[in-house]
């Protein structure tokens, strides 16, 4: 079954405490891409990823890293999560330059105490 | 700098009855997709339809149908016969011409549809 898989789902953390968020796709996409959506906002893009060892930034990187050594995996990571990184995250993927349908994961609901 | 306005923040209809969530878009390109997505309560993001630029045909899917128009920036979405399990946010999204590299999306901030039985 093609999917885009996240992990983990939920996730409640402290201030300071280095955090990975794993994302996982089976389709063979280029592109990847990590969004956060908060209320009254919407969802905006956070990094993204053309193909392995390309990665820039989104609207929101502030207080993110990023990598791509596979093609199939993009790790959203936080070095030193504050209160204002409490958000739901979601990872998608897509061929790249055609404007393509992107496939979501599950999401991530993670909470910065 | 492209932008997705949807107006409605919330809706509640009765079962059965139509509904229509507006989506109004603005961008400077001529090739652009459009996109909207379902987030139910459980929170995952289902894809609904996808719409490019060139393609102004209104299309009908079941009991959903989409109003894409040019002139006016917009690309509605109406569901006929509305069901409980029709209850989600909404997402209109937009994202310009791929060629430039980044595929981001950009997402209007969602319209919550409750169904009431």
């Known amino acids: 079954e093609a999917q885009v898989t996240q992990n983990p789902r939920y996730l409640i953390t402290v201030t300071g405490k280095k955090l990975t968020v794993t994302c996982s796709q089976n389709?063979?996409?280029?592109?990847m891409s990590w969004y956060r959506q908060d209320p009254g906002l919407g969802l905006r893009q956070i990094y993204y990823s053309m193909n392995v060892e390309v990665t820039d930034k989104g609207d929101v990187p502030e207080g993110y890293k990023v990598s791509r050594k596979e093609k199939r995996n993009f790790p959203l990571i936080l070095e030193s999560p504050s209160p204002n990184q409490t958000s739901l995250y979601f990872c998608a993927s897509s061929l790249p330059g055609t404007g393509d349908t992107q496939y979501f994961g599950p999401g991530t609901r993670l909470t910065v105490l | 700098a492209q932008k997705v306005t949807q107006a409605q923040t919330e809706i509640s209809v009765v079962e059965k009855e139509d509904v229509t969530l507006d989506c109004v878009y603005e961008?400077?390109?001529?090739?652009?997709?459009l996109f909207w997505y379902k987030q139910p309560p459980s929170g995952e993001l289902v894809f609904l339809i996808r719409r490019n630029s060139f393609d102004e045909q209104n299309e009908i899917s079941g009991r959903y149908s989409w109003n894409f128009q040019k002139s006016t920036s917009s690309f509605n979405f109406t569901i006929t016969a509305s069901q409980v399990v029709d209850s989600a946010v909404y997402f209109c999204a937009l994202s310009e011409d791929p060629n430039f590299g980044n595929e981001k999306l950009t997402f209007g901030t969602g319209t919550r549809l409750t169904i009431i039985p």
């Open positions: 389709m063979n996409h280029e592109y």
């Open positions: 961008t400077r390109d001529t090739t652009y997709y």
